[in-house]
T-cell receptor, first 110, second 113 residues
């Protein structure tokens, strides 16, 4: 079954609103990263957060490892935040590889 | 932060030709990875590589695919011959240790005609 589930699948916000993206995973994760993928396809790592809370700029990620979930909060959204947000985990079983979710497509309108 | 570079950013080739995708990983990293993302679909693991050897590969890593990193230069993904279904964005990643954070490149968009 789906190992990494992201919700919502898509989200439309007015500029200035906050966004809350969710990532649930079905197995333990030794690594968890949030990525931004631009409409052109390029990938940018936003946060590596396997547990606890981390902040960078307008982004806050909270991961509750025992409950196998992580969230990404984007405050004061901007039109340039539009794109797809991907959550990926490393299950840490033997050889390490990331398993990605399907992403949340965010559109911020002015 | 540490950067992974990928060359070229875009490549268009005819079906049946050979293509080599190049990755310049973070300089002191020891583990290397390729991922594939078909347009509109999820990113999927292809292969990981350490100490000159493939450690694990997925079912997407067909016999026509090969990886190498000769003498600490680029980490390459070669597809020979290419097929239409190889059209995708290929992402390279590297990590210092096996359990560490992976750093991703921006991707190479491959179009097979």
């Amino acid at each position: 079954g789906q190992q990494v589930q992201q919700s919502p699948a898509s989200l439309v916000l007015q500029e200035g609103e906050n966004a809350e993206l969710q990532c649930n995973f079905s197995s333990t994760a030794t690594q968890l990263q949030w990525f931004y993928q631009s409409p052109g396809g390029s990938l940018v790592s936003l946060l590596s957060n396997p547990s606890g809370t981390k902040h960078t700029g307008r982004l806050t990620s909270t991961t509750v490892t025992k409950e196998r979930r992580s969230s990404l909060h984007i405050s004061s959204s901007q039109t340039t935040d539009s794109g797809t947000y991907l959550c990926a985990i490393d299950r840490g079983t033997g050889n390490y590889k990331y398993v990605f979710g399907a992403g949340t497509r965010l559109k911020v309108i002015a | 932060g540490p950067k992974v570079l990928q060359i070229p950013s875009h490549q268009i080739i005819d079906m049946g030709q050979m293509v080599t995708l190049n990755c310049d990983p973070v300089s002191n990293h020891l583990y290397f990875y390729w991922y594939k993302q078909i347009l509109g679909q999820q990113m999927e693991f292809l292969v990981n590589f350490y100490n000159g050897k493939v450690m694990e590969k997925s079912k997407l890593f067909k016999d026509q695919f090969s990886v190498e990193r000769p003498d600490g230069s680029y980490f390459t993904l070669k597809i020979q011959p290419t097929a239409l279904e190889d059209s995708a964005v290929y992402f390279c990643a590297s990590s210092l240790l096996r359990k560490d954070t992976q750093y991703f490149g921006p991707g190479t968009r491959l179009l097979v005609l």
